[in-house]
């Protein structure tokens, strides 16, 4: 029977997490697993459950909720007909093979070497939001045959290792191939779909030490955090896009970019000293 104190000081630090990336996700368009993966590792970690698979649960429940948030987003977004289906279905095959490589390497890792990955690609994102320019270009449309054989699935593939949807790959691949931006955010929502089904699909199946994991948690997916983070992103995210659109949000993505960074930096320092 898991201990009462424990699941209360579970569902505050939970709590507190959702309406976060909830809120930053409404403001800034960023994607929740960027935020969720690290502070389901702080979180996990204080509670005690420090285990050698700790970042493969973070990974599999930042996923699950991705499945609900990037649904939701997608079929609001066609709903005003933003979203690009010719990219979606040409470029979806190739990122459901990379997530379904993504978990395979995932479950073979020690949780050390997914914190070095995460801390590197997360430093790398937060560099491009940082000083990412709207103008950059690599072409005028996105890229096809062997290019996009390669890319479609490298996105799904680190994506999974990062735990986070189509957001934080796919907005800036599309931008720098000139997809307008409310169409890439758009169209990333779906991507989100595509990585995470197959890769909670298979982290379903992956075996946790029952000392090593939180209660409630099937597989290397943790039902109490996609819950009440599924719960409170809902609640807080109409807040986050109000907020945008009463202020100016560059200076706040810049100041969210170093934040990012920061945190990156963090997980790459327990990863390298412990």
């Known amino acids: 029977m898991p201990d009462t104190m424990l699941l209360i000081q579970m569902f505050v630090l939970l709590t507190v ?59 609001s977004h066609n709903r005003k007909g933003a979203v690009d289906w010719g990219i979606l279905r040409t470029w979806a095959p190739g990122i459901a093979i990379g997530a379904v490589l993504g978990v395979l390497a995932a479950a073979s890792l020690r949780s050390v070497t997914l914190q070095a990955l995460f801390g590197v690609l997360g430093i790398v994102i937060g560099l491009y939001l940082g000083f990412g320019r709207a103008h950059w270009r690599l072409g005028d449309a996105m890229p096809g045959g062997l290019r996009r054989a390669v890319m479609s699935p490298a996105m799904g593939f680190l994506s999974v290792l990062m735990g986070i949807g189509g957001g934080s790959f796919g907005v800036p691949l599309m931008s720098l191939y000139n997809v307008s931006i409310h169409r890439a955010v758009a169209t990333a929502a779906g991507f989100g779909v595509i990585i995470a089904v197959p890769s909670v699909a298979g982290f379903l199946f992956l075996e946790i030490a029952p000392d090593n994991r939180p209660p409630l948690t099937f597989g290397a997916v943790n039902l109490v955090a996609f819950g009440i983070v599924i719960a409170m992103t809902l609640i807080t995210a109409p807040l986050g896009v109000r907020i945008a659109h009463a202020m100016d949000p560059k200076p706040l993505k810049r100041v969210f970019a170093a934040f990012l960074i920061l945190v990156a930096l963090n997980m790459l320092r327990k990863a390298i000293w412990g």
């Not at 502070?39 to 996923?63: I, K, N, R, V």
């Open 17 to 75: 997490i959702g309406g976060f990336a909830g809120v930053l996700a409404g403001l800034l368009g960023v994607g929740g697993g960027i935020v969720l993966v690290p502070a389901f590792f702080y979180a996990f970690q204080t509670l005690g459950y420090d285990g050698p698979q700790l970042m493969q649960m973070c990974l599999a429940t930042s996923l699950a909720t991705i499945i609900v948030t990037s649904m939701r987003s997608v079929l």
